[in-house]
């Protein structure tokens, strides 16, 4: 088959773009005339995509105003989505009215960490523990060869992990307002390579990345040890207001949610939460986040009690909250602006943005579990989620 038209010299021009989409058209007999019609400069893309010919116009709606107490976000914040789900913005708008009218989320960010974890294979088991001796007595210079490739990333630790005559070292770095995945890989690969020239005894073979760092997937040592922002949103509903605005009681909530343990538990899924993905991906697409992450970032842990005055009290863990406030895909034209709404594009918003979106999690568990309680799940989808040709 014809290779895809590409320029050496200027690859990053509407023309090219163009000359992609008569190409494609051509070949497969489809149009692109929707994905032709784009504001981004091409300009700005480098770094992004590659093979640019348009762009995929997913529907931005917006939800709030949603009251935040936390320790970076505080205020009223009106949140965008971006998703083609009828009834979901809904959903989450009012799941923000009822913490409004509580008086507010209050949000934490408890842990940050992105890791790279490569794997070193030796003769047997006993070179491979002297090895992790030896990279305990060596921290401060392995620590100090990593952080040569970077002006923002910091090794704080490195766990380590054996099975046989393998040992997993991962490597526990904070990266700024970056996500920072590919800040950590070159970080560690350069620390690796200074660790290489040691002459390690027994060393007989070393890989960057061996699946220990899970990257893009769900695994239980990020969800025990995070990665990305380990982020927490709780919030206390009065019972009166759950009974205005949701038509449930505490009570009724509360048992529900152990039966959703209960299910999740014999399911065996990785999260006791009712559907953390759908607030997570919309503001992802919204604020030009890396939407793979969210196989690591929607697996969380819903917690509730009711309070010796009847009140709700109600709280989301994310353990794996990948977010950036700079680089990646946050600087193009729709995305930043989008982050611009919230006050998060740059530097020093990344624990900010992470606060926002745990917030827009912990509405959106209410909203539903409220609605399957109340019996209103299926009618709502009815009302705002119809759309068949």
Partial sequence: MPKIPRSKENDYTCEMAATRRSFISSQ?????????????NPDSLPGNIENFIGAAQVPIGVAGPMLLDGVEARGEFYVPMATTEG????????????????????????????????????????????????VTEHFSKIKAQAEQTTSVGKLTNIEQYAASK???????????????????????????????AQNIPGLEHFALAANLDTDKKHSFVNALHTRGKRVVAEVTI???????????????????????????????SVSNGAHFANGITAVFIACGQDVANVAESSAGYTYSEITSSGDYYFSITIPSLIV???????????????????????????????????????????????????????????????NRP
């Fill in 28 to 40: 497969t007999k489809g149009s692109l005339d929707n994905v032709g019609q784009y504001s981004i």
């Fill in 238 to 268: 009065p019972a009166k207001l759950l009974k205005s605005i949701m038509n449930c009681t505490p009570e009724a909530l509360f048992k529900q949610r152990q039966y959703s343990n209960m299910g999740a538990f014999m399911a065996g």
């Fill in 166 to 196: 393998l040992r997993w070292l991962r490597f526990n770095f904070t990266c700024g307002d970056a996500a920072g995945q590919n800040m950590v890989s070159k970080a560690t690969r350069h620390a690796c390579q200074w660790i290489l």
């Fill in 87 to 134: 009834t979901l913005v809904a959903s989450y708008n009012r799941g923000m009215r009822l913490t409004n009218e509580a008086g507010g989320i209050q949000t934490t960010v408890i842990e940050d960490a992105m890791q790279r974890a490569p794997v070193f294979t030796f003769t047997d088991a006993r070179a491979a523990l002297a090895f992790g001796k030896w």
């Fill in 324 to 386: 950036a406030t700079y680089g990646g895909g946050t600087g193009l034209a729709t995305q930043k602006e989008c982050l611009d709404m919230l006050n998060c594009y740059g530097k020093g918003k990344v624990n900010k943005l992470a606060e926002i979106i745990a917030a827009t999690v912990l509405c959106g568990e209410l909203s539903l579990s409220s609605a399957i309680v109340a019996d209103e799940w299926v009618s709502s989808h009815d009302t705002f989620g119809r």
